[in-house]
């Protein structure tokens, strides 16, 4: 499977982006879909999840702010980012695997990465 990640600028706080990744080369619906990002200086981290049922997770940092969505039929998962800040600021990876449900922030647990779109938020 290949993912191309796509949609990251420059925004200023309280602004919005819509974050696109598209995926080819395999059966796109089996997949749990995710999305991590990497602050700079600091380690990859958990932003959300949607697994096959359409079950979606996000980190509590993002709770109520992004959401993640999937259209199965164009092979593409979506993470829209409301009211941002300059914390939300990194390169944002979409990744692809088949975690199980207590796994899904586990990037180990993920076998296809996107190239990542780096998102910069300023104050």
């Known amino acids: 499977v290949q993912l191309q990640a796509s949609g990251g600028g420059l925004v200023q706080a309280g602004g919005s982006l819509r974050l696109t990744c598209a995926a080819s080369g395999g059966t796109f619906s089996s997949y749990v879909m995710g999305w991590f990002r990497r602050p700079p200086g600091r380690e990859r981290e958990f932003v959300a999840a949607l697994t096959r049922s359409a079950a979606s997770y996000h980190a509590d940092s993002v709770k109520g702010r992004f959401a993640i969505s999937r259209d199965n039929a164009k092979n593409t998962v979506f993470l829209q980012m409301n009211n941002l800040k300059p914390e939300d600021t990194a390169v944002y990876f979409c990744?692809?695997?088949?975690?199980?449900?207590?796994?899904?922030?586990?990037?180990?647990?993920?076998?296809?990465w996107g190239q990542g779109t780096l998102v910069t938020v300023s104050s």
């Open positions: 990744a692809a695997g088949r975690p199980i449900s207590s796994a899904l922030a586990d990037s180990e647990m993920y076998y296809y």
